[in-house]
């Protein structure tokens, strides 16, 4: 579990291909820290760590998650956010994040605002009933607020902060980005879905 706060942003130093699984190697300021099979964030998509090597580390994506995500375009020099999994000694300062993402979305649109930066996304229409006006989603692992919400497409606002530490000032109109929807709406579309089957 995570909470969409990135802790970091590390790099690809290399990517080995073994089947239809995609292992990569990063390094970040808190590889060193790490450990083998712990959870971590790489821009919202939840992988277990397998090797740690100084100040790099080595996770592996399956198919099901180079599918549903943006990994299978990364390339050596990415920039990735990276954050470790929630400690339940400290406070909740996203939202509460899985790491398992639901789809990719497309930026449509950036617009500098003399400090601040509006972005406009568009991701599969149906998808539609998990986002509303001022909730929360997760973009590359960063928790947002969203607004401007249509059926396919919505905007972030991005402060100076979260630009300069994160993978934000990479996202150019174009950009594939991974997402994934609030939980508790994934549950109320569940049990709707279940109602109505009755």
Known sequence: MFTGIIESVGLVNEIIETGTNKTFWISSPVSKELK?????????????????DGTRHRVTAIQETLEKSNLNTWSVHEKVNIERCLQFNGRLDGHMVQGHVDTTGVCTGVEEQNGSWLYEFQ????????????????????????????????????????????????????????????????????????????
């Open 36 to 52: 083998v099979d712990q959870s971590v964030a790489h821009s919202g998509v939840c992988l277990t760590v397998e090797e740690v």
């Open 123 to 198: 991701f599969p229409e149906n998808f539609a009933s998990l986002i509303v006006e001022k909730g929360s989603i997760s973009l590359n692992g960063i928790s947002l607020t969203i607004f401007n919400v249509g059926m396919n497409s919505f905007n972030v606002a991005i402060i100076p902060y979260t630009y300069e530490h994160t993978n934000m000032q990479d996202i150019q109109t174009g950009s594939r980005v991974n997402l994934e929807f609030d939980i508790i709406g994934k549950y109320v579309m569940r049990s709707n879905q279940l109602q109505t089957a009755k």
